[in-house]
T-cell receptor, first 113, second 111 residues
């Protein structure tokens, strides 16, 4: 079965640079969620989208923005990167009608030097 | 204080043992309770979810929710080495609301 696809899988950036992470949800899933997981930490919810509209917002820094496109894929844009942004970034998708079955992608490991 | 508390372990058990994983929470408004399994360098994988109080069984896994005590459990019967992973509990207030995760419990099943 098709799963959530994230790209790139690994990304290395320097401080103050920008990064764009991409997420392709499971086909027919209409809702996308972004999470940040630091080393040894639990996933922290950043933001979610349903039908291209922001549906919920968590602890997402103002330096980050995200959007969902007409094909339901989503991009997380991160600017003025800081060392503390180094983490695993997960995307998850679901049907809004089955919200509690969120399927996670493999994650993008971002390292900020 | 975090919304969801989970003992990080590590927990080490022999193959075939029954494993009990637990989370406590502070927000009585949580309605949905999920358990995820995360292998190293992989994304969390949904194991089960339950709504409100009660038990739910799926194969070797049983999830229990006790809303009066704000306590949830995941039991794994006949544990296998392939069950070695980090287990995360998660909770939400309802449809459209964010998940709140525990910190995860690291489990090792020894052959």
């Amino acid at each position: 079965a098709a799963g959530v696809i994230q790209s790139p899988r690994h990304l290395i950036k320097e401080k103050r640079e920008t990064a764009t992470l991409k997420c392709y949800p499971i086909p027919r899933h209409d809702t996308v969620y972004w999470y940040q997981q630091g080393p040894g930490q639990d996933p922290q919810f950043l933001i979610s989208f349903y039908e291209k509209m922001q549906s919920d917002k968590g602890s997402i820094p103002d330096r980050f923005s995200a959007q969902q496109f007409s094909d339901y894929h989503s991009e997380l844009n991160m600017s003025s990167l800081e060392l503390g942004d180094s983490a695993l970034y997960f995307c998850a998708s679901s049907l809004l009608s089955n919200y509690n079955e969120q399927f996670f992608g493999p994650g993008t490991r971002l390292t900020v030097l | 204080q975090k919304e969801v508390e989970q003992d990080p372990g590590p927990l080490s058990v022999p193959e075939g043992a029954i494993v009990s994983l637990n989370c406590t929470y502070s927000n009585s408004a949580f309605q949905y309770f999920m358990w995820y399994r995360q292998y190293s360098r992989k994304g969390p994988e949904l194991l089960m979810y339950t709504y409100s109080s009660g038990n739910k069984e799926d194969g070797r896994f049983t999830a229990q929710v006790d809303k009066s005590s704000k306590y949830i459990s995941l039991f794994i019967r006949d544990s296998q080495p392939s069950d070695s992973a980090t287990y995360l509990c998660a909770m939400s207030l309802g449809t459209g609301n964010q998940f709140y995760f525990g910190t995860g419990t690291s489990l090792t099943v020894i052959p």
